[in-house]
C-alpha cells in the first residue's frame, strides 16, 4: 500500500486546513486509516481513526475541531482541521492497514498496529 500525504503548510492560529492522504488501493489492507501527528523528540500521537464501516474516532485535544473522513471512490483519506492552535504545530502521518480492532467511537489504534505510513506532511501554525 502506497499513501502519500499532502495539504500541510503554515497558517495562523485560528485558520483551517486540509490534509489529504491519497492511497494505492482500497482493500483489506486499508479498511482502518488514521492521522497521526509527531513533534520531534515525543511519541508518535494518534489524532483521528476512520474504520471501514465509516466509525471515527478522535483525541479529546482536537475533539470538535478535527474532521477524518474517506473517499471510497477516489481511495483519498482527509482531514479537515479548523480553529487551529500552535499546540497542533506537528508533522502529520496517515496510516492504513488491517487492523483487527479498528471499531468504537473513542478507541484508535496505536501506531504498532499500522504497517503502512506516508511520508508525512507538516504543519505549523502560529501565535
Known amino acids: 500500500v502506497q499513501l502519500g500525504e499532502s495539504g500541510g503548510g503554515s497558517v495562523q492560529a485560528g485558520g483551517s486546513l486540509r490534509l489529504s492522504c491519497a492511497a494505492s488501493?482500497?482493500?483489506?489492507?486499508?479498511?482502518?486509516m488514521a492521522w497521526f501527528r509527531q513533534v520531534p523528540g515525543k511519541e508518535r500521537e494518534g489524532v483521528a481513526k476512520?474504520?471501514?464501516?465509516?466509525?471515527?474516532a478522535y483525541t479529546d485535544s482536537v475533539k470538535g475541531r478535527f474532521t477524518i473522513s474517506r473517499d471510497k471512490v477516489t481511495y483519498t483519506l482527509y482531514l479537515q482541521m479548523d480553529d487551529l492552535k500552535p499546540e497542533d504545530t506537528a508533522m502529520y502521518y496517515c496510516?492504513?492497514?488491517?487492523?483487527?480492532?479498528?471499531?468504537?467511537?473513542?478507541?484508535?489504534?496505536?501506531?504498532?498496529?499500522?504497517?503502512?505510513w506516508g511520508q508525512g506532511t507538516q504543519v505549523t501554525v502560529s501565535s
Open positions: 488501493e482500497y482493500t483489506q489492507r486499508t479498511r482502518c
Open positions: 496510516a492504513a492497514d488491517r487492523v483487527t480492532v479498528c471499531g468504537g467511537l473513542v478507541y484508535i489504534p496505536p501506531s504498532s498496529d499500522f504497517a503502512f
Open positions: 476512520i474504520n471501514w464501516d465509516g466509525t471515527t
